[in-house]
């Protein structure tokens, strides 16, 4: 066990006080009553209380264990969306190599080889996998088949492994170190689909996509990036090495891709006939649907810090 940056440290304490208080104040409201969106609010509370539990935990046990959790998260994503997307049953033999993508991919972030990191899943990967499959044998759907395994290994795995890589990053430019980049883009990310779910329960009533996802609003994405544009501002001082206009920037960045991750998955479960990717979350869903907005605001948020910073 590690001891933890000051200042990630009491991030993690305000927010279990956070967490605290509205799990209080859900309590007050919903007794006596029994309203349908009460229990939602009551379920994502708790499942809040386990989503922060687990990324404590992990930092607390240093950076080799917030690694193995993220991979955890990679694969249980991966397999969330193999298990719902369709495939033919020849492509079984396929799905080995998909997955082991991703201890190969997390090994080139444990040991900071980022050539091999930024290429492998992209390049190596994408030529191997149809190659793999047309030694199969099998040639009807086989495009399909190949989108949707690419498609799938490329959101799950490469783009929440570029979270993993901020903490190979340089902890010498980041006033709370490389826990503290990851801390503030998994929190601003998350807080930003909150921010959007209650601005849009607040004051949305124009739909964004109503056809894709109709309970995005205008009000929704709009009041969600401005309160996550301030709370990069407010945190970038602390967390990153970030000015203020880049904090501004980061913010924009992660609300408005952060709503692009999230109705993209949407149209995939449109698509698919389904609400949520699963139920390993009770109130949030399954995996798929806690980091959809992860695997569109990681890379982008990554590279927008890489190429600034480091």
Request: aromatic share 14%; charged share 10%.
């Amino acid at each position: 066990m590690n001891a933890l940056n000051p200042t990630v440290t009491v991030t993690l304490g305000a927010l279990a006080g956070l967490l605290a208080l509205a799990s209080i104040a859900v309590k007050v409201w919903a007794d006596g009553k029994a309203l349908p969106a009460d229990a939602e609010i009551r379920r994502r509370t708790r499942a809040w209380w386990v989503i922060v539990g687990l990324f404590a935990v992990a930092f607390f046990l240093g950076r080799s264990a917030t690694l193995v959790l993220l991979a955890l998260v990679s694969f249980l994503a991966l397999k969330e969306f193999m298990t719902l997307a369709p495939t033919r049953q020849a492509d079984r033999r396929a799905l080995f190599w998909a997955y082991l993508a991703i201890p190969l991919q997390y090994y080139w972030v444990a040991s900071d080889w980022y050539g091999m990191f930024i290429i492998f899943i992209p390049v190596y990967l994408f030529l191997f996998m149809p190659f793999r499959m047309v030694l199969i044998g099998e040639t009807r759907d086989f495009l399909r088949s190949a989108g949707t395994l690419h498609w799938g290994v490329m959101m799950t795995v490469f783009g929440i492994s570029h979270a993993a890589y901020l903490l190979a990053l340089p902890n010498a430019v980041a006033p709370a170190g490389d826990l503290g980049l990851l801390l503030y883009l998994v929190l601003l990310t998350e807080l930003n689909d909150v921010a959007q779910y209650l601005w849009g329960k607040s004051i949305g009533h124009r739909r964004v996509l109503p056809t894709v996802s109709p309970g995005k609003t205008w009000g929704g994405l709009l009041g969600g990036i401005g309160t996550t544009v301030v709370l990069a501002w407010l945190g970038a001082p602390y967390l990153t090495p970030l000015t203020a206009i880049q904090a501004i920037a980061a913010g924009l960045l992660i609300g408005l891709f952060g709503f692009a991750g999230d109705v993209t998955l949407s149209a995939v479960k449109r698509d698919l006939g389904l609400k949520d990717s699963g139920s390993l979350l009770p109130g949030h869903g399954g995996i798929l649907d806690r980091v959809d907005s992860l695997t569109f605001t990681a890379p982008l948020f990554f590279h927008f810090l890489y190429y600034l910073h480091y």
